[in-house]
């Protein structure tokens, strides 16, 4: 460890400042935020939600004790996670929170900023488990085969839009940033850069390749070429962004589907849920979702389940 007379140390590639000096809060915030950017390569919305959710933290300690998160302890954090459940904040953005603390915290005690974890004892809100939405298969049919698309960039883009999205299960940031060099017609296959720069192929169907390519013919038709390289753009030929995705999916799901929610990420659970339905196996549904873990992956079996039971009930002599 090197040390500076300006106030600062330097530990592996970052400059970190003395827990004695003025600002000291916000020093060790920015620190865990670039540990995250640089080191963990989180996205820029975790790293946003992050942000907020210490900012939050700091301002609650600063009012309530006149204290910083660096000399924080295990009743003052408690006391932040009961203002915010008497507020009625939703106990799973509690428990999104109290994750953002805990990660900050183990962060300060492998710096040896801190000798004392004050999150050890703080245990997460129950909940309630939220069963995802998604559109129903007949629903899903008719928004992308039977509506008419404009001959336009416009047109092209959000029928394309709407089929990549529920064609591979991609995320909504995965989609805004695929790049042009990632899309292999000749092997149906896009790679995308997914959480925690976790990098996978995800395989599409033939009926795909051709409207990919009429975007594309579209696109290079009507709207000038940058430099950027990603495959959606705007109208203006920049890189496409999440708000335009947005409105697309809520624009055609909102005509032809009874689904509450709609949004990007409803076609990504459509995806799953109709995988599953049809008998793919569990494992393989969690690699093309890129998900760490199993367990995310099995919110979308309840439905796959209670289609089972239906047949069960409708076919089993002793049902």
Known sequence: MSTYPSGFFLRGDFFFTFLTSPGVAASMIDSFLNYLR????????????????????????????????????????????????????????????????RSFFKFLMRREFISKDPMIKIKVLKTKKKLPHFVKEPEMVTVLDQQQFEDTHEGWRE???????????IRLSELVNLKENQINLQERTI???????????????????????????????????????????SDTGGKCYAMLIYRIVKKHLGKFTSVEKRSPHVLRHSYATHLLNKGAEINAVK???GHSSLAATQVYTHNSTERLKKVFDQAHPKA
């Open 38 to 101: 640089f080191e963990k390569r989180f996205s820029p919305h975790t790293i946003i939600s992050y942000k907020n959710d210490l900012s939050q933290f700091e301002r609650f300690l600063k009012v309530s004790f006149e204290d910083t998160p660096q000399t924080a302890t295990y009743s003052m954090v408690r006391s932040w996670i009961v203002q915010l459940a008497e507020k009625q904040m939703d106990p799973i953005s509690i428990n999104r929170k109290i994750a953002s603390l």
């Open 191 to 233: 790679k995308v850069l997914g959480k925690r720069n976790k990098e996978r192929v995800i395989p599409f169907s033939d009926s795909l390749v051709s409207i990919i390519n009429g975007y594309r013919k579209a696109r290079n038709k009507q709207v000038a070429a940058r430099d950027h390289g990603c495959f959606v753009v």
């Open 287 to 289: 690699d093309l979702l």
């Open 159 to 169: 029928r394309m839009v709407l089929e990549l999205l529920y064609g591979t299960g």
